[in-house]
């Protein structure tokens, strides 16, 4: 399940689960259907079934019992729910029948379908979610004889096990045991064929802390226009074995029985480190507590973003003024993913522009919220690696798409952005190495392939681009501190720059990251020769067989 800021949503359910094939006119699927529809009852009738997240209401007597914005669900790809129908008399007809959702429609595991029933014979349906496998023990057994979905439910709820470990958001949903009984209707659209409705009741509580908060918004220029931007510094908040919905807010599971302790700490925006405590017990199902933490106070700032500043695998940015220039603290540095060195148009260079052939048309497309800055990973993505193989290594990528015609409609409009793009910029590129690939068996690119590792190994927030392999212009900044205004090593102005040995490699260090030092790929490439460099020696371009470094960047 995925987190949504809103009321409440319905998934988008079309799935159209057809009766049994041996069910006729004469052998109604039931009274109700028939009333509803006039026509659910033939073998071409369909029943379209839709779940909803009742939500959690406030655990305040005094409160209204409405749905709390952003503590509501909806359903992603791979959830499951089971199903139960049982008939008038009490008697299971379909028993755990799977349904999983793939994105757009509910998918009946095995070929499964909900049972034809006869005549007069009023179907109950109920739901739970997450799918078990093992509902048919005694002690987990629905009772057939209740016609409320909790009652019916009840073996299950008692027994439901909550696990101390909800630090993913995976493990935290894990948790959520929500269950319903369906709602026969008429489809709202006239066609033929009923819905059956599931509005999901949650049977656990929830508990949910709100530390304090600092937003920084600040003014840049970018070809001649002012824009404003914002993000959010580091506070930190370890809840350990909670998920952190954002920096500032973490929530937990729990049983209503369960009594729970909590000691932990934040930072504020002065990096002064704060204690706190709270205790919990005695909750009430299907709603939430509040705690804040220090009122869980909103500040606003207008610093500006830095090259040097330390990017938090939350999304936040820690200052590089925080804890007075010294080491991160040991709890700071495994927050930390990388550090920022591109901020704002440099020589007018940005990658968000849109002109033709100017910024990067595929990050903007796909990332338009990340304009702030780009980010150097803490670690090399691999200490060797050759650039290409097979034909890769001796053709150009771009000149083998310009005369390509077999794009699909979509790798067709990827490509149509990476034409309009700086073709030494980072993030397209890769696209197009790896849309040259899927055509060409005998060609890997190892570059990409550390890339896709590293990324594995340190997820990013959703919030940024992800970590993709820098081009030309990337290096070329983050090593000298401008685009393209650098000629060679024995240029004054290329040793008066070098933002990474002055800024970027001292802060690296700070966060008990390695170090820039070597030779290093750039996705930049032209025919058999790709661009590299190394501020020891030189820059330039190098055979696509031989060995160098790789390091991975991104935007937010």
């Known amino acids: ?139 987990r057994k629905p009772d057939s004889n209740k016609d409320n979905a909790e009652d019916f439910f009840q073996n299950l709820i008692n027994l439901w096990d909550v696990k101390d470990d909800q630090s993913t958001y995976a493990k935290y949903t894990a948790n959520d045991l929500m269950v319903a009984q369906g709602v026969v209707a008429p489809r709202a659209d006239g066609a033929p064929g009923s819905t059956l409705s599931f509005k999901m009741e949650h049977q656990m509580a929830l508990l949910v802390i709100r530390m304090p908060r600092t937003t920084c918004t600040y003014t840049e220029t970018i070809s001649n226009e002012e824009k404003t931007k914002s993000y959010d510094l580091y506070t930190g908040g370890y809840m350990k074995d909670w998920w952190k919905e954002n920096h500032y807010t973490a929530r937990r599971i729990m049983k209503t029985d369960m009594a729970w302790n909590l000691k932990e700490f934040y930072y504020d925006s002065g990096f002064k480190k704060h204690e706190f405590t709270k205790s919990v017990k005695n909750s009430v199902s299907g709603t939430y507590k509040l705690y804040t933490v220090d009122d869980g106070a909103e500040t606003k700032s207008d610093r500006k973003l830095r090259e040097g500043d330390f990017y938090m695998k939350d999304g936040t940015v820690l200052s590089q003024e925080a804890f007075g220039g010294g080491n991160l603290p040991n709890d700071v540095k495994k927050d930390c993913i990388g550090v920022v060195f591109w901020v704002g148009e440099i020589a007018r260079i940005h990658w968000t522009q849109t002109g033709y052939k100017n910024g990067d048309h595929l990050l903007m497309r796909d990332h338009p919220e990340c304009v702030h800055g780009m980010v150097v990973a803490m670690h090399d993505a691999s200490q060797g690696a050759v650039f290409a193989t097979g034909k890769g290594a001796t053709e150009s990528t771009y000149d083998w798409a310009d ?63 992800g970590w993709f392999l820098p081009g030309r212009n990337e290096f070329a900044t983050l090593f000298f501190g401008a685009p393209q205004d650098f000629s060679t090593p024995e240029d004054s102005y290329y040793y008066q720059k070098l933002l990474m040995l002055k800024v970027i490699n001292p802060q690296i260090r700070m966060a008990s990251g390695d170090e820039l030092n070597g030779g290093y790929w750039s996705s930049t490439e032209y025919k058999d020769n790709a661009w590299w460099i190394d501020v020891s020696s030189h820059y330039g371009i190098e055979p696509k067989n031989k060995t160098y470094k790789v390091r991975a960047v991104l935007a937010f």
């Not at 409609?409 to 980072?426: L, Y």
């Open 1 to 139: 399940m995925k987190r949504i800021e809103q009321l409440y949503r319905t998934a988008v359910l079309p799935t159209l689960l057809m009766l049994a094939a041996a069910c006729t006119p004469g052998d109604a699927f039931d009274d109700a259907f028939d009333d509803a529809t006039g026509n659910a009852s033939g073998p071409d009738a369909a029943i379209t079934i839709t779940v909803t997240d009742g939500g959690y209401a406030p655990d305040d007597a005094s409160a209204t019992r409405a749905v709390e914005k952003g503590f509501a669900t909806e359903f992603t790809a791979g959830d499951a729910i089971g199903i139960y129908v049982v008939n008038e008399g009490s008697e299971f007809v379909a028993e755990n029948l799977k349904f999983t959702y793939n994105g757009l429609t509910w998918e009946a595991d095995k070929n499964q379908t909900l049972p034809s029933i006869p005549h007069n014979n009023k179907p109950l349906y109920f739901a739970y979610y997450p799918y078990q496998d093992n509902m048919s023990s005694t002690n």
């Open 403 to 465: 005369s390509f015609s077999g794009f699909t409609p979509g790798e067709q409009a990827d490509w149509k952005e990476i034409r309009n793009s700086d073709s030494t910029f980072g993030y397209s590129k890769p696209r197009l190495l790896t849309l040259y690939g899927t055509r060409h068996n005998d060609t890997t690119f190892p570059v990409l392939d550390a890339i896709a590792a590293y990324a594995a190994a340190y997820p990013v927030p959703a919030s940024s681009s």
